[in-house]
């Protein structure tokens, strides 16, 4: 007897070709009833035998296509309905609302190979795309997922397009961004008074590049500026005229074989270059490569990635070079997605611009990993990989909005038991990152029918996004900055453990009013104990020592009461200010601690970029080295302090190369991480160690310390999908926020 069954399924099921593949699958189980896309979910209803419906409801999960995440989460026996026949029904956009809003996705083999078909009519058209690619997230104007609710809705599909569009045998069906040369949308090239479309525009903008010119090109999340990766002249043009000196530039490669001639790929950064989020991935130079030092100048990493866009395999296919592909934007702000925006901030910048006519709705930069301990850790969350859904080990008690810090900020939403984060949106100190940051959070709310009914903030009243939430007429909590750190941690790898998190960045307010950042918290989510910390001393000149780490130098020296020259004319005057403590804040920064040795190893005195001199401190370490045992001692509250004198003063050796110096700061700062938790896993027991904040961007120390700590029988972890830098506190704050111990 025939039975009726009704499967509700959660998950990434919209943007992916779910219900072609529903459709397809019913036809080849001979199944009738209905599909429908819900707010999020998708139901399903069949009618057939008991043994055929259970082998679907299988086939549901293992079949599924490759970009989808379904989850079952109701499977429920209905009346029979007598169904003649499998529809797929049109979206819902009223009940329960369970929306998971699909990433932007790479370009897929099938359409590539289209693209590259003479006799094909979408032949090198910049635009090609299906269920299983082309944007998603940053062309959605509002959910459900459907055409008409995207930047493409003012492009009205030909007889073809059609055709696919509502075909459910084809992988078109409801591709809502479908389009062709006839009705899609088209280039145009812009340098001086020079303006061209369509094939016109592409072959201008391939000859530009060609010639080493600098070209601001239209992608899917804003715009990149490009130019030839092996033209050390148009590199230095491009440097000087956006004023980034150093800051390593990233490079889109053709395929895989042109990354291997010039980089060391381990299997684990190749398969994060050809996953479908085709994120930028740091990698070693190879000796054979051959591209110019001003690519990252002082770092032997580059930031490789692998063409995404349709446009992307024709510039780079014609070229048949790498390319530089930096986001279009001043330091520190979003990138920039509205051509006459671009041409107006960046006409100085570029020599000429690639633009298109679809619309990009909200900015989403590259994703940015490093590979570190075998494993890829995300640094910066941004197009393909976010939003980044997380399913909570609570339920939050409110729809709650997390704000973020000050830099790197991303925001979190938090509602019932899922929580997400946006996109890196960047430095709060500009007003275009300010409104990008707002618009972010409307966005959000939009999108996932969620309206916050509170905040949280870190608890700095002077960042941005906590003056913000302060003006918002929401409850406010505030969350301190190490605690959301922890947190977040925490959040990834056990909500239910008891840690040891050492939360080492630059600076963030600390419990006591000083600038923390070599922190050790001891306990759980929203009980947290500073446990231990790096010495505390001086900052000369306080927020400015964060680009001239010749600062952080100067207070370390004078702390352990060295005198050295500085380059400042006033450096006896910077010092009396010092001993009075005018503008020198107290700070246990980890960071600063990098910055100080990086400049007494002659490496740097002032940087361009944050983190410059900890990076560079990275990348010149090599060899052996010995480790410098860091003093231990108790203070009045039973914390340990981390005495950092001895490495420091070994930083100001003449007579052992800047190379061993330099590992020999790494090894001694991962022993005493080695250390603290050996001499505190005996008074205040702990299940985990965990490393986070800024700092473990660094490969060396997080390697170094990951493996002392598990030779010394610890379960340790480092953030991997969560970022360990400020662009994860966001969800670290939500947390505090709304977690409860039972």
Known sequence: MPEARRWILTGRVQGVGFRPFVYLLAQRFDLKGVVQNQ??????????????????SSALITDAPPLSRPHITNISNIPPRGFTSFQILDSASAGETHIHVPPDLYLCSDCQREMNTPQDRRYHYPFINCTQCGPRYTLITRMPYDRANTTMAKFSLCDACRGEYEDPASRRFHAEPIACPQCGPQLEFVSGEVRLQRESALDACIASLRRGEIVAVKGIGGYHLMCDAHNADSIARLRARKHRPHKALAVMFKDMAAVRAELEVAAQAEAALCDATRPIVLLPRSPACVLPEGIAPGLHEVGAMLPYTPLHHLLLAALDTPLVATSANLSGEPVLTEGVEVETRLGKVADAFLHHDRSIVRPADDAVLRVIAAQTRLIRPGRGNAPIEIELPFGMPQPTLAVGGHMKNTIALGWGSRAVLSPHIGDLDAPRSIAVFEQVITDMQRLYGVTAQAIVCDAHPHYASSRWAAKQGLPVRTVWHHHAHAAALALEHGADKTWFTFTWDGVGLGEDGTLWGGETLHGRIADWRRAAYLRPFRLPGGDKAAREPWRSAAGLCWEMGMDRSFPVDDITLLHTAWQRGINAPQTSAAGRLFDGAAHLLGLIDHASYEGQGGMLLEQCASGEAEVIVLPLYEDAQGALLVDWQPVLAAMLRK??????????????????IVMQAQRLHAQRPFDAVGLTGGVFQNKLLAELALEGLQQAGFDAYLPQQIPCNDGGIALGQLMEAGFKHG
Do not use: K, N
């Open 39 to 56: 707010l999020g979910q998708v139901m399903i209803e069949l009618e057939g035998e008991t043994s055929v419906l259970d082998d679907f």
């Open 655 to 672: 007579d052992v190369p800047v190379a061993t110096r330099a590992m020999t700061f790494h090894r001694s700062l991962a022993h005493s």
